[in-house]
Each structure stands twice: as structure tokens, then as C-alpha cells.
């Protein structure tokens, strides 16, 4: 996809929540995009779909396609440092977007292409909503999606996976954070041995389809 994409959390009937996009993927699939970097020169190469080609490849901007080892070969239309794809249209340029936070605003999720390849809002939303509902930490929901979004990868595409990367924001306190639950995922608590509390006592939560520890992993290729 491109830029990371932060994701709101809106909490209907607990559990369940709306996912609100704040922001859109700065790809060639959408047309402002498209046509900025073909006004300045650059050429898409084709999409590929599983359903239609049987794997999965982005749409990416090249010189020329007679040529692709002259790059630069990114599958998303706006990027900071990637100076060699500027005179092809692609730009530094940040999407700026405004959200008031309001009392039903739960959560927020920003993450990387590797999170947002395989993973619609509404999943997201649904995994981190299910760990904000248990009381658990913003870690442990952190977690729980880049695991999912591994395993997404692997099933997808085998050994080879882009970065994923993941920052979960709580907006809102709740009185299950203030429990042992709280410490389940080891978050510290430097008054709990005075307490006598032992967050050893609670079973750690499972990570949903987490991958074997050995399991291969290629290098990403620039996005």
C-alpha cells in the first residue's frame, strides 16, 4: 500500500466497534494519485490480484517499463527520502486530516503497508477492540495485530513479508486497566509485591495464529 494509515476505534455495543479510516493509502489506486505521477513522467506497471493472476503484486511506478532496473519500482505515491522517484511524481507531501475526539472514540491504530496489505479496517478494528473490551493493554492489542498480520503474510506470500510496524493509542480509561488484568501482559506494577498481588497468577493471553519462532523470514523489498 503506502503512507501508514492510523485507524479509529468507536465503541457501539461492547464488544463491538466502527472503524473510522482517518486517512487513505497513497497508492496508484487511487486517481489523484495516479494521474499526479503520470502528468510528471512516471509509468504504472499492472496490478496483480490472487483472485485474477493467482498472486498478489502492487501497481508500481517506473521510468519506463522497457526497463524496470531503472527504477524506481515503489508501490506507493508518496514517500519521505525516496529522492531517486521524485522527478516520476512521487512526493513527500504529508496527508494532514482532522478528527475531534468525541466520548465514543476508543482507540487509534497506526500502522504500516505490512499491517494494511491483507487487514481491512474493520478487522483491525476488531482485534485491537477485542483487547481494549478484555482490559487488556495497548501492547497486548498491538500485538495480537501484528501477529495476525504475520500470519497474513505467510499464507499470502510464503516466506517473504513487508516491514509491519504498529502503534496502538488508548483514548480512554477504563477501570478493567486498573485490575490484575492489567499486568497479565507484563505491564509492571512497582506497588503489586506490596499489594501481595502476583500478575504471574493470570494466564498470559494467546496471540491469535502466532508464528513459530524459526520461521523464515525474507528481507522487504522497497515499497
Given amino acids: 500500500d503506502g503512507a501508514p494509515g492510523p485507524q479509529g476505534g468507536v465503541e457501539e455495543e461492547e464488544p463491538a466497534f466502527d472503524a473510522i479510516d482517518l486517512t487513505h493509502d497513497h497508492n496508484f489506486e487511487h486517481s489523484d ?6 502528468a510528471a513522467g512516471g509509468v504504472l506497471s499492472e496490478s496483480r490480484s490472487p483472485e485474477k493472476h493467482g498472486y498478489f503484486e502492487p501497481s508500481r511506478v517506473y521510468r519506463t517499463l522497457a526497463d524496470t532496473s531503472l527504477g524506481p519500482g515503489l508501490a506507493m ?7 531517486d522517484a521524485t522527478e516520476v511524481g512521487v512526493v513527500p507531501t504529508p496527508e494532514v486530516a482532522r478528527h475531534e475526539i468525541g466520548a465514543d472514540d476508543c482507540f487509534l491504530i497506526l500502522a504500516s503497508d505490512g499491517v494494511w496489505e491483507f487487514i481491512e479496517s474493520d478487522e483491525a478494528v476488531d482485534i485491537v477492540g477485542g483487547i ?7 501492547e497486548a492489542a498491538c500485538k495480537h495485530l501484528i501477529a495476525r498480520a504475520a500470519v497474513e503474510w505467510m499464507q499470502e506470500e510464503g516466506n517473504y ?11 480512554s480509561c477504563r477501570k478493567e ?5 492489567w499486568r497479565d501482559y507484563g505491564i509492571d506494577d512497582e506497588d503489586g509485591e506490596e499489594n501481595g498481588d502476583d500478575p504471574g497468577n493470570s ?18 523489498r522497497s515499497r
Avoid: H, N, Q
Wanted: aromatic share 6%; net charge negative; with cysteine.
Fill in 161 to 171: 513479508r513487508d516491514d509491519i510496524t504498529c502503534i496502538v493509542v488508548y483514548l
Fill in 33 to 38: 494519485e495516479r494521474e499526479r505521477v503520470i
Fill in 132 to 138: 481494549f473490551a478484555k482490559g487488556w493493554s495497548a
Fill in 203 to 220: 494466564p498470559e493471553p494467546s496471540l491469535p495464529g502466532t508464528l513459530p519462532e524459526s520461521a523464515p523470514v525474507t528481507p522487504g
Fill in 77 to 83: 505515491s508518496r514517500s519521505i527520502g525516496d529522492c
Fill in 177 to 181: 486497566m486498573a485490575s490484575d488484568s
